[in-house]
């Protein structure tokens, strides 16, 4: 049973870092296409960063130079640090894994991605 937790998120002075991490157990990286999403108060969730199971990387221009997913195989975790943060970086993150092992043109669709975590908070205060 394919199963996501995140943890790291917190609160942050505009300019600080946080480093979020996806614990996943039930599969195996290699084979998935794994991702961050976030998501404000009354808006859409937005992908923003994924991985495929060959380590290539996406990320959504809004993070682009600042965000950095990674992967630590041994430990089946999923990382996003976040460096540079905003304001606007302020939502629930989330983390989403989907059988790949490569992801699609358009990762960044949440109904891409079939396994999802429960979230966890990031504020960033200016």
């Known amino acids: 049973q394919v199963q996501l937790a995140e943890s790291g998120g917190g609160s942050v002075q505009s300019g600080g870092s946080l480093r979020l991490s996806c614990a996943a157990s039930?599969?195996?990286?290699?084979?998935?296409?794994m991702a961050w999403f976030r998501q404000s108060p009354g808006e859409e969730r937005e992908g923003i960063a994924a991985?495929?199971?060959?380590?290539?990387?996406e990320y959504a221009d809004s993070v682009k130079g600042r965000f950095t997913i990674s992967q630590d195989n041994p430990k089946s975790t999923l990382l996003l640090q976040m460096d540079s943060l905003k304001p606007d970086d302020t939502a629930m993150y989330y983390c989403?894994?989907?059988?790949?092992?490569?992801?699609?043109?358009?990762?960044?669709?949440?109904?891409?991605?079939?396994?999802w975590g429960q979230g966890t908070q990031v504020t960033v205060s200016s």
């Open positions: 989403a894994a989907e059988r790949g092992p490569y992801c699609s043109r358009s990762w960044s669709r949440e109904d891409n991605f079939g396994y």
């Open positions: 039930g599969f195996g990286f290699r084979g998935y296409c």
């Open positions: 991985i495929g199971g060959d380590g290539s990387t």
